[in-house]
């Protein structure tokens, strides 16, 4: 067994940036993100290393910087609570269920979601104000070529138990983002979806992609590594995700 094998474990299963975290799918303990400072933004806030990185690519490609603002990333499970209780003290049960998720069912706390403001004198924490026009509608044209997804979108409410936040975009990877964005489907939809079929991406830079769904029986297992190249997610619903680059890079 080499350290380039598959293992397809249960702890596995939990962790990777394609894990769903939401009201059924909660983490079973909280995360250790690998996690970095933004610049840019309000201060004290920070996102795993390679979605920030990314994040900057993305801010920058739109000209963005000084006017989009991250204003939330990683949160721990302390700070979700607190803004829980914050949001029910102030606003009440029924906006709080709408726009706060519970402590342990947020995707803060995976340091993979950022929340994104336009920059303002005064901004709302909870609900800070991202536009479709302008360079906050620009940032929206590139975010699925710099691996991000606007996460809670109206027409999904039903599948993901949040209200639309178009400020709260979530980091899944380049081939998914793609993916998810030309599907018109959310990361709720995302197993079942390649349950149906493994599926190809042709990256900008001509490479294939192709990414296809592992259920996990249950039972820790490892297989042979599919290539050179790949990357292994799980999806904390009961599988993992598996994304092989084709080819040279």
């Known amino acids: ?64 910087e000084g ?63 991202f536009p479709y026009d302008g360079v906050c509608g620009a940032f929206r044209r590139v975010a699925a070529r710099y691996g991000f997804v606007e996460r809670y979108t109206e027409e999904k409410q039903d599948k993901t138990g949040i209200a639309a936040e178009p400020w709260h975009f979530r980091y899944v990877g380049v081939p998914h983002a793609a993916i998810l964005t030309d599907a018109g489907i959310c990361l709720e939809e995302y197993p079942a979806f390649l349950r149906e079929a493994p599926r190809v991406v042709r990256l900008e830079n001509g490479r294939r992609v192709q990414v296809r769904y592992l259920p996990f029986c249950g039972t820790d297992t490892t297989r042979p590594a599919p290539g050179p190249c790949w990357q292994l997610s799980g999806t904390n619903e009961g599988g993992f995700i598996l994304t092989v680059w084709e080819g040279q890079p």
């Open 67 to 129: 006017q989009i603002l991250p204003v939330s990333g990683w949160r721990s499970q302390e700070e979700q609570q607190a803004i829980w209780d914050g949001s029910l003290t102030d606003h009440g049960p029924d906006f709080t269920a709408r726009y706060v998720a519970r402590p342990g069912c947020s995707e803060h706390q995976t340091g993979l979601a950022v929340d994104l403001a336009l920059s303002a004198d005064k901004i709302d924490f909870i609900r800070p104000e």
């Open 1 to 64: 067994m080499t350290p380039a094998d598959l293992h397809l474990t249960a702890a596995a299963c939990r962790k990777g940036s394609l894990i769903l975290v939401n009201r059924d799918h909660p983490l079973r303990e909280e995360l250790i993100p690998d996690l970095v400072p933004l610049t840019g933004g309000w201060p004290d806030q920070h996102l795993d290393r390679t979605a920030a990185r990314m994040l900057a690519a993305a801010i920058r490609a739109v000209h963005g």
